[in-house]
């Protein structure tokens, strides 16, 4: 009895320590991640008034990527005006962005793996001080695409953060972590665009509209970088690190490899891959992943330009609108979306989906503000819910062409699809 008493106590001591220990880890990564955000989001109501701006230079680079942009214009048939020209651009300067993102960050993730998340974290944010730096004193088109080029290829924070929420040993403080990870991002898209736009208004004469938010941003990823090497602890136990990068980046080739991105293939080559019924959820998890952030995230970015366009948003104006969507998503996953019952988050995404429907109709056919942002409000509980619920889920086991109108209408009718995928999921507690 003596001795079982002995065991318990050394058991309950360790998984004091581990609960003390996530906690700091949740904690820690959670003000990492939310300095990186309010540095990110600062330039979001500005895109569509800084493409404005170069687009009265004649700056050679720019007039390279408007003869693309003129190419398919004229290849899909958009009319020769102004509104879809700047959307086209803006798209593909954010499509430029993604893209590197998406190739930078499966080797980012290779390297930590050896070297460690919190060494990579700061090279990261390293790469991020310069990309603002470039921007803060760019004068031309060509220095501010450079800034976004880096800023594309060093935007590695977000994974790293979401891989040492991972690292966890306990799943109750994985679900918590992934909740700070969205509550992060929500008080990040809800200050950061605002404080963008005021210091864009209150720029001196003297000075580029955009400095003062360059500026700001700089400053934000130097205290990040501060934070990170002072208080952010590594959570990559030594015995999992890789051998070498160089088996790590080989094996990052699956994320890099759409196929075997959809197939999670990565997964099959570990030591203990899932079953076969697991693996199948996995593959329609991923691919209503992918179905909804195809079509979400061409609202996320469209949107701005149509309140430009469409009711003359000034970038304050831009930046209270995402205000109001931050504030939304931060009450909603504050008040309701901690709530969720284990076994309750297919109802909740299927929920949610069917709300994007009538939101993206509601924006796209939007003639006065106010349906403007009832829209927006049924957006931002599908912003709040869908992606934290997906990832509870698998840690648990073209845009404006034919007008906004159709854009809009075409999107909220193909939200239909996952919520068809939903329906495929094999094996998965319901209520």
Known sequence: RKEFNQKGAMSSETGSEEAVGSSRVITSVFFALLLDLLGFTLILPLLPSILDHYGQTEDSVYQSLQSIVDWFREAVGVPMETKYNSVLFGGLIGSLFSLLQFVSSPLTGAASDHYGRKPLLILTTLGLMSSYAVWAVSRSFSMFLLSRVIGGICKGNVSLCTAMIADLPCPKARNKGMMMVGIAFSLGFTVGPLMGAYFAINSSKEEVFYHGPAVLALVFSAADLLFIIVMLPETLPKQNKVSSVTSGIQESGDLLNPVALFHFSALTRTEDPPSKEKMQNLKVLG??????????????????????????????????????????????QGGYARRIKPGHHIRTVRLAIILLIPAFALIGLAWNLKMVYIGLILYSFAAAIVVPCLTTLVSDHVYWIAGAETCFIISSTSFIIPLVLLRRLVGLKQE
């Open 287 to 332: 691919l209503i992943y992918f179905t909804y952030l195809f079509l979400f995230s061409g609202l996320e970015f469209t949107l701005s330009f149509l309140t430009h366009q469409r009711f003359q948003f000034t970038s304050m104006q831009q930046g209270k609108m995402f205000f109001f969507m931050g504030i939304t998503m931060a009450l909603i």
